[in-house]
């Protein structure tokens, strides 16, 4: 090995706002005289049961001492899920980077919550184990969100915007010599709502979308909120989605294909004016949206810019893979944590180390 030259081997674990299941992967990554590349030696998707989907989503409702309790419980299950799946990929990793499940994210209030116990992942595992990375930036009077953008600028350098679709739509780019990223708007998480209202999972390709007829109106009311004429930097949640919204398709009288039509237009719309401000461009595009073949097309239809899919690994992947990397870079006493970004005081190296043998992170 060269001088300058380290590997590591990290695994990243994922927990979106769709409440889909964890995203698991393990990488190794290298750095080379200040340059960054990765490898991908394993990857699983475990999708929630329905209990565990009840537990998360109900979780904003419940009192301290049970989220408190439902913290640990969660971490357990992240460690015994982590632990079989380093066992059946014969794995050696030397960290574990864990993004939690979001349950509150109030960055203007100063807070934000991220379940799932750290030193519960590290006793399972035997690993060394990061969470609670958001924590520290909104301490500093910051967003906590978005984190993807260091490893988008690190690792997928390559590409002058990074768009990931996921519960909630977000990009990242340079901007006047600094990294900008910001959630541009809800995606899965609204279309996966109104697909459960059809007894459906999600809606395949987007088809049922296809199928239904664009309402000008309730396009025009969506496009008019107020956080899309607000700067940057901004980020959503949960509490904004459900507030500001849903409302519009709980009073709206359309039928669901015709919603999910609607809405899809609105992230399609969303989406161009974010990143038609930059030049044309190479947008690479991933998470679960990348697969829905009709946003992809509304999308392409309305950017000037070339629309990249990447392999079905870094599609499925990319932010696990991302939140392993931040481990890395907390594990280095590295940035992991843009301030141009979030708009806190200055950078950050976020995160909550926890060992094996500790009760509470450090």
Request: with cysteine; hydrophobic share 35%; aromatic share 10%.
């Amino acid at each position: 090995m060269s001088l300058g030259s380290k590997t590591y081997c990290a695994i990243g674990v994922m927990s979106g706002t769709s409440l889909d299941g964890i995203d698991i992967v393990c990488c190794n990554f290298h750095v080379n005289k200040g340059l960054w590349s990765f490898e991908v030696l394993a990857s699983e998707e475990i999708p929630y049961n329905n209990e565990w989907k009840t537990n998360l989503s109900e979780a904003f409702y419940k009192t301290n001492s049970e989220i408190q309790e439902l913290d640990k419980v969660y971490g357990r299950f992240l460690g015994e899920k982590i632990k079989a799946f380093i066992k059946t990929h014969h794995l050696k990793p030397e960290l574990i980077a864990s993004h939690g499940h979001t349950i509150f994210h109030f960055p203007e209030k100063g807070y934000t919550l991220q379940i799932g116990d750290g030193s519960a992942i590290a006793s399972a595992t035997e690993t060394l184990t990061i969470n609670n990375f958001r924590a520290e930036d909104v301490r500093k009077g910051g967003q906590g969100a978005p984190l993807v953008p260091v490893g988008d600028k690190l690792l997928f350098g390559q590409y002058d915007i990074c768009l990931n679709i996921g519960g909630i739509a977000n990009i990242s780019y340079d901007f006047e010599g600094s990294r900008i990223a910001y959630d541009v708007c809800p995606a899965n998480q609204p279309l996966n709502f109104l697909a459960e209202k059809k007894g459906l999972s999600f809606d395949a390709d987007g088809n049922n979308a296809r199928s239904g007829k664009l309402n000008p109106e309730l396009l025009d009311q969506l496009n008019r909120l107020g956080y899309y004429s607000q700067t940057f930097p901004k980020s959503l949640g949960r509490e904004w989605v459900e507030s500001e919204f849903i409302p519009f398709i709980n009073t709206s009288d359309l039928d669901y294909d015709s919603l999910l039509r609607t809405v899809t237009e609105h992230i399609a719309v969303q989406i161009a004016n974010a990143t038609n401000q930059v030049h044309h461009a190479k947008i690479l595009a991933t998470g679960g949206g990348a697969k829905n073949k009709f946003l992809m097309d509304r999308i392409a239809q309305l950017c000037k810019h070339d629309i990249i899919l990447p392999s079905p690994e870094i599609i499925d992947f990319k932010e696990a893979i991302v939140f392993a990397f931040l481990g890395v870079l907390k594990f280095r006493g590295e940035t992991n944590c843009y301030a141009s970004v979030t708009g806190a005081s200055e950078d950050s190296s976020s995160g909550n180390l926890n060992l094996p043998d500790q009760k509470n992170g450090l």
